[in-house]
């Protein structure tokens, strides 16, 4: 694939709506073998932390991506207002 392809099919991709997004990269990642699941994260974990030595931050990983970040916010705040609270342990 040559680097004209490989942009045009990013372009592509980064039109399309949030959700379709993460499904896109959903079954990107499942196509994957293990090995190049961990060969990937190694490469994403250094950049997203800033510094290569800190702990992993999920929000540096979507760092490109605010729309992506809220509309997990908002279906998260969605899901807790449904939900019932769990109970507090008295230890």
Not at 1 to 6: C, G, R
Not at 10 to 14: E, Q
């Given at each position: 694939?040559?680097?004209?392809?490989?942009e045009q099919l990013?372009?592509?991709?980064?039109a399309l709506?949030?959700?379709e997004r993460r499904r896109v990269a959903q079954r990107v990642m499942e196509s994957l073998s293990t090995e190049d699941q961990l060969?990937?994260?190694?490469?994403?974990?250094p950049a997203a932390s800033g510094n290569g030595s800190g702990p992993l931050s999920?929000?540096?990983?979507f760092?490109?991506?605010p729309e992506l970040v809220d509309e997990v916010?908002?279906?998260a705040y969605v899901e807790r207002a449904?939900?019932?609270?769990?109970?507090?342990?008295?230890?």
């Open positions: 694939m040559t680097d004209s392809q490989i990013l372009a592509a991709v980064r709506p949030t959700a060969r990937v994260t190694q490469q994403v974990a999920m929000l540096g990983l760092a490109d991506e916010c908002r279906q449904g939900a019932r609270p769990r109970p507090l342990d008295d230890e």
